[in-house]
């Protein structure tokens, strides 16, 4: 149980695209979302969290207006990384916190490394 | 604030030997922590974690940890570490104070050799 995902795993787009990543929740009802921006060979960084039906709160630094999240379901949230500049090039991981069996853990998703050309 | 501090960048260790991995952190009242294993390109794994109660929890893969407030420390340990162990090994913090999100160390590699 507990099993959460993502799509794409891989992504390479060209600068001033945008991309869409997917963070699923397959067994599990998530009432919250987060999602990290990790660096290579460094920690994760909480980059916003997503209530379903609510507007994302974004940590200090972030910009919203760059990074779109949307939690519509309590299954599903997205984040669309809007004209993405060769810097946001990185790995976006989301986790799921929900009703698992534990409200307070956060459950993982693969991660998806995105690559802007 | 709440932080997590993992002093050990990297350890390498023999296989069949024993594994201890620290972690410090900071939190305002009654902490969540969590260890969390991330092996290359992947997400990550929860191997356990401690809310409350006895303060030493057993994991997955056969990993523990022991929660000691004195020290406001939260060590992995595995008395015997598999070559499939070789991974990063995040310790994060969390808790009603800030509305469970977390906070992770940087993180330590470890690195198994034959």
């Known amino acids: 149980g507990a099993v959460v995902s993502q799509h794409p795993s891989r992504v390479i787009c060209k600068s001033g695209t945008s991309v869409k990543i997917e963070c699923r929740s397959l067994d599990f009802q998530a009432t919250t979302m987060f999602w990290y921006r990790q660096f290579p060979k460094q920690s994760l960084m909480l980059m916003a969290t997503s209530n379903e039906g609510s507007k994302a709160t974004y940590e200090q630094g972030v910009e919203k207006d760059k990074f779109l999240i949307n939690h519509a379901s309590l299954t599903l949230s997205t984040l669309t990384v809007t004209s993405a500049h060769p810097e946001d090039s990185s790995f976006y991981i989301c986790?799921?916190?929900?009703?698992?069996?534990?409200?307070?853990?956060?459950?993982f998703g693969p991660g998806t490394r995105l690559t802007v050309l | 604030a709440q932080s997590v501090t993992q002093p050990d960048i990297h350890i390498t260790v023999s296989e069949g030997a024993s594994l201890e991995l620290r972690c410090n952190y900071s939190y305002g009242a009654t902490p969540y922590l969590f260890w969390y294993v991330q092996s290359p390109g992947q997400g990550l794994q929860l191997l356990l974690k401690y809310f409350s109660g006895d303060t030493l929890v057993q994991g997955i893969k056969g990993f523990e940890a022991e929660f000691k407030r004195s020290q406001s420390s939260f060590n992995l340990r595995k008395p015997s570490v598999h070559w499939s162990d070789a991974a990063e090994y995040f310790c994060?913090?969390?808790?009603?104070?800030?509305?469970?999100?977390?906070?992770f160390g940087a993180g330590t590699t470890v690195t198994v050799r034959a």
């Open positions: 986790s799921a916190r929900g009703l698992a069996g534990s409200t307070d853990t956060q459950y």
């Open positions: 994060a913090v969390g808790g009603r104070l800030n509305d469970y999100k977390l906070s």
